[in-house]
């Protein structure tokens, strides 16, 4: 009996494997047939020229003011 369900097992194995197999020579040879219609996402990146740092004035110029905590503004709000 165990050794017919180590049988069974193996030869599922097999299967999956072969499969498997079968499966990425199959993707690989129809690559290879559709030829390189689009780069690889492995392939060269491609270099971003860096952005310019701009200068805003009217920030510079601005007046801010603290707002309130959140917390602390909950909490005078709602005694509990």
Known sequence: ?????????VRFFIAVLALYVALTLLKKVVRFLQGNSRPSPRGTQ????????????DVKDA????????QSADKEESPT
């Open 63 to 70: 007046t801010f003011s603290e707002l309130p905590n959140k």
């Open 1 to 9: 009996m165990i050794r017919l369900f180590l049988f069974v097992v």
């Open 46 to 57: 491609q270099d971003a020229p860096p952005k310019v740092k701009e200068i805003y004035k």
